[in-house]
């Protein structure tokens, strides 16, 4: 805040001051009455009878009041400076009026203080926001080791997460101020609530869903084979809910699925060309943890339809 003294006391450095923020003053003496050091230096504010403050900047997205500290006036005056709209004031001569606006944006308002000849202003910036912040989430994360929670919003001044429910305890830390750590206690599903909050007080809330599995996962891709043509293979996994994803490793000729396809629990498989078939089965569990083992298929025109071998 910053004053000045117009009329035979005139602070021009104080004057010439670039801050948004501006106090100005307006008093009339008597010129016989001012001595040397009364003229070179203004009163603090402790120290001075009257003053003005019209309070720290605002943001706000509804009706706010405005808290001016005026001591020693009479009359009290708010009045918009800028703005891209209009401001409205519930009572422009009250320390303490509500204020709203009619389009966003920032705003400069003014505080004139008087008494009799002598005014005092100040000034401060007014943003009126109505727009919620951006947020951005998964609507479902999937884990079985501490992960970060990601999400996205550019406008938020802080975000808050809750837990809403869930198996066991669950724990959302932050290491780092744009960073959000979860884990969990109990495997299962853990339901989440974030709120994004801007300057001004506008917020916005997203739901999401944690599936927290910890569990290991293994799978047995069945004994090595033999075959003359056509042969079943099945795999084993320890988890249900998992998906299956047959591949080829190695072998001296093409190998054709059935028309089940490899991507199925069990499937079929042949070949046109004898020799041994290296395959692999990888399963995928509901969290995106993965398990593999591999067999072997050999296919000879003189070997039997089926044959076992023990699997090392």
């Known amino acids: 805040m910053h004053r000045s003294l117009s009329g035979f006391l005139i602070l021009s ?3 010439s001051c670039k801050e948004p923020r501006v106090q100005k003053s307006t008093v009339t003496h008597d010129p016989a009455s001012l001595d040397t050091a009364s003229q070179d230096k203004l009163p603090s504010r402790d120290q001075s009878p009257l003053f003005v403050e019209a309070g720290s900047d605002i943001y706000s997205h509804t009706s706010i009041s405005l808290v001016a500290q005026v001591k020693g006036f009479d009359n009290i005056l708010w009045q918009q400076v800028s703005g891209p709209g209009i401001v409205t004031f519930s009572d422009r001569a009250s320390a303490s009026p509500l204020v709203t606006a009619d389009k966003e944006g920032e705003y400069l308002i003014k505080i004139i203080a008087s008494k009799g000849e002598t005014t005092l202003s100040d000034n401060l910036h007014f943003t009126w926001d109505i727009t919620p912040p951006s947020l951005i989430i998964s609507p479902d994360f999937r884990a079985f ?3 970060e929670l990601y999400l996205s919003s550019q406008d938020a001044d802080s975000i808050a997460w809750e837990v809403l429910s869930g198996p066991g305890e669950a724990q959302i830390s932050h290491p780092e101020p744009t960073k959000t750590m979860f884990s969990a206690n109990a495997d299962g599903v853990y339901q989440l609530r974030v709120t994004a909050f801007d300057k001004a007080g ?3 809330v997203r739901k999401t869903a944690v599936t927290w599995n910890t569990r290991d996962l293994m799978v047995q891709a069945g004994p090595d084979l033999m075959s003359s043509g056509p042969i079943e293979i099945s795999a084993q ?5 998992v998906t299956y994803a047959w591949t080829v490793v190695s072998g001296p000729g093409n190998l054709m699925f059935s028309d ?3 991507g199925v629990q069990t499937t079929e498989v042949q070949s046109q060309v004898e020799g041994t078939y290296i395959l692999r089965v990888t399963v995928t569990n509901n969290v995106g943890r993965t398990a593999s083992d591999e067999l072997s298929i050999t296919f000879s025109r003189s070997a039997p339809a089926l044959s076992l071998q023990s699997h090392p």
């Open 13 to 15: 450095a104080l004057a």
């Open 202 to 204: 506008n917020k916005t």
């Open 237 to 241: 996994a320890s988890q249900e809910n």
């Open 260 to 262: 089940r396809g490899d």
């Open 145 to 147: 080791q501490a992960f």
